[in-house]
């Protein structure tokens, strides 16, 4: 019995080691778009991604600012998203939560993990936006200082 014990219990010490690697989208990021051709904005944030409900998904919160060099006013947003990971492709899909800008609509990017420290895609909002866009956190490699 007591033998029996002790093997369960070194079963369940050792299964981590064998459990699935941890999700390398996990934690803060920061992201910035390149301006927009026609009007020089530019959106720039952080996103966290924790855990979502299915294996490869992720639920993401958005904290973004809209700065635009011709106008004072800034839209600030913050957005729900719920991302899926297939390998290196990331496809984040968001709805507003809150904006101080009613001409604001969700965004959505399509990324590729580049390393566990950098993404690269675009921010497509289906209406206005389509531009390069830039994930970044800090650690070994990232441009971020």
Request: proline content about 9%; some cysteine; glycine content about 6%.
């Given at each position: 019995?007591?033998?029996?014990?002790?093997?369960?219990?070194?079963?369940l010490?050792?299964?981590?080691?064998?459990?699935?690697?941890?999700?390398?989208?996990l934690?803060?990021?920061?992201?910035?778009?390149?301006?927009?051709?026609n009007?020089?904005c530019?959106?720039?944030?952080?996103?966290?991604?924790t855990?979502?409900?299915?294996?490869?998904?992720?639920?993401?919160?958005?904290?973004?600012?809209?700065?635009?060099?011709?106008?004072?006013?800034?839209?600030?947003?913050?957005?729900?998203?719920?991302?899926?990971?297939?390998?290196?492709d990331?496809?984040?899909?968001?709805?507003?939560?809150?904006?101080?800008?009613p001409d604001?609509?969700p965004?959505?990017?399509?990324?590729r993990?580049?390393?566990?420290?950098?993404?690269?895609?675009?921010?497509?909002?289906?209406?206005?936006w389509?531009?390069?866009?830039?994930?970044?956190?800090?650690?070994?490699?990232a441009?971020?200082?």
């Open positions: 019995m007591i033998r029996t014990l002790v093997l369960a219990a070194s079963l010490l050792a299964a981590p080691a064998f459990a699935d690697p941890p999700e390398p989208l934690g803060r990021w920061t992201f910035e778009t390149a301006p927009h051709p009007s020089g530019i959106i720039a944030g952080t996103a966290d991604f855990p979502g409900v299915a294996p490869r998904a992720l639920t993401v919160v958005i904290e973004a600012e809209e700065r635009c060099p011709r106008s004072a006013q800034r839209a600030r947003v913050t957005e729900r998203c719920g991302a899926v990971r297939v390998d290196a990331v496809q984040i899909r968001c709805r507003l939560v809150r904006s101080n800008s604001y609509v965004d959505h990017f399509q990324l993990l580049d390393s566990p420290y950098s993404m690269s895609g675009r921010l497509d909002d289906e209406r206005a389509n531009v390069p866009v830039r994930f970044e956190r800090p650690g070994e490699g441009l971020i200082s």
